[in-house]
């Protein structure tokens, strides 16, 4: 399957894959079916035991305390007049189904908390570790969505994007996405936005914590691009992936993405 179906102009911040769910896949495969030919698009590595311990001790210990809670809200049938244009998604598309019955079956299965929202939405709500420890090595992993689903992850990975390239449309992008998140966020609050992230116990996370662990991250992050028939397998307890933006909206990088059998983290 397609590693990705987001648009080409929407960054993929580094993660593990799944990791807020019970049960993420153990190990995860990409080939390059067909590679870009424009600047961009590279599946950016990373590696999350660096970031564990590389954090500032007391923010990770804040987070390994309280944990983390992942809230995602995806859209139905009919989209309200104040609502966020970065929910791409609809539960359908996601759950690959519109039965009901067929994704409350599957969320009791993993846990979660949800709830069906107005015009058809759907809100999911799942807590879990911040860090996981290697099933293999015993070492200490950073282990969690929470920069990822953050409200503030789509300005601050503009940002970086921009002081990478240098190219002043990520700067624009940066500050017209900050301004539409503030505004969303004010009027909608922190469940009704597309994604967000909050400590266990609900509390919010400071964004100097998010932006200090996007900084470890982006400081360990490994660019390359891709070529034709490239395949990588990752341990995706310990190796987190990523993609940057394409420059031109008109090539798409196409991969394919398989993933092995999932190990059951412990509650």
């Not at 990409?30 to 970031?51: A, H, I």
């Not at 809200?73 to 067929?102: A, C, H, I």
């Not at 290697?134 to 789509?154: A, C, D, L, R």
Request: proline share 6%; hydrophobic share 35%.
């Amino acid at each position: 399957f397609s590693a990705s179906e987001l648009p080409p102009y929407f960054p993929i911040p580094q993660h593990l894959e799944m990791s807020f769910l019970p049960s993420p896949p153990r190990k995860i495969f990409f080939c390059c079916l067909d590679p870009p030919t424009s600047p961009g698009g590279e599946t950016c590595l990373c590696d999350f035991k660096k970031v564990h311990d590389q954090m500032d001790p007391k923010i990770r210990k804040e987070f390994e305390d309280k944990g983390v809670m992942h809230v995602r809200n995806y859209k139905g049938t009919k989209t309200g007049l104040l609502s966020d244009p970065t929910m791409l998604k609809g539960w359908q598309d996601v759950f690959g189904t519109t039965s009901r019955e067929v994704v409350e079956e599957e969320l009791r299965k993993s846990g979660a908390e949800f709830q069906w929202r107005d015009g058809d939405s759907l809100r999911i709500v799942d807590r879990g570790s911040a860090i996981e420890e290697h099933p293999v090595t015993g070492e200490k992993v950073w282990f969690n969505h929470s920069q990822v689903f953050h409200w503030s992850m789509i300005p601050s990975e503009y940002y970086r994007i921009y002081r990478r390239l240098g190219k002043l449309k990520y700067l624009v992008l940066s500050w017209v996405m900050w301004l539409l998140k503030v505004i969303l966020f004010t009027f909608l609050g922190p469940m009704r936005v597309g994604f967000h992230t909050c400590f266990g116990d609900g509390s919010e996370i400071p964004e100097s914590y998010l932006e200090h662990i996007r900084d470890v991250m982006w400081k360990n992050m490994v660019f390359n691009r891709w070529e034709l028939g490239d395949i990588v397998l990752l341990d995706n307890y310990w190796i987190s992936h990523g993609r940057q933006v394409l420059m031109c909206s008109s090539v798409a990088v196409c991969l394919m993405g398989v993933v092995s059998t999932a190990l059951q983290r412990q509650p």
